[in-house]
């Protein structure tokens, strides 16, 4: 079983940055592609991010050369670098991660994300 604990959220201006944490412990890379998802309010939460592990990661459009995904192994944290951020980037964020074999991110479906951590508040004003 794996728990999640984010954290590193808050506000900022439009073009600030945040780097949101996300302590697993449990977390094996081999076992589990982790995921950063977000939900706005009113909206359908939507994947903004996945490192599978061997480190690859993936990321939608809306967010390319903006944010970074990354692991410490060692810490057993993910981390997710946000930078130039947008009034539209404004959700609660989340860690989760997907059982897999060999840490492959063979999904983007959030019901195959088993284990989800509480959310962190992002609010980016203009």
């Known amino acids: 079983q794996v728990q999640l604990v984010e954290s590193g959220g808050g506000s900022v201006q439009a073009g600030g940055s945040l780097k949101l944490s996300c302590v697993a412990p449990?977390?094996?890379?081999?076992?589990?592609?982790m995921g950063w998802f977000r939900q706005a309010p009113g909206k359908e939460r939507e994947g903004v991010a996945h490192?599978?592990?061997?480190?690859?990661?993936s990321y939608i459009d809306s967010v390319k050369g903006r944010f970074t995904a990354s692991q410490d192994n060692a810490k057993n944290t993910l981390y997710l670098q946000m930078n130039s951020l947008k009034p539209e980037d404004t959700a609660v964020y989340f860690c989760?991660?997907?059982?897999?074999?060999?840490?492959?991110?063979?999904?983007?479906?959030?019901?195959?994300?088993?284990?989800w951590g509480q959310g962190t508040q992002v609010t980016v004003s203009s």
């Open positions: 989760a991660a997907l059982p897999s074999d060999g840490g492959y991110c063979y999904t983007n479906a959030m019901e195959d994300f088993k284990y």
């Open positions: 449990g977390y094996t890379p081999s076992k589990y592609c």
């Open positions: 490192i599978g592990g061997d480190g690859m990661t």
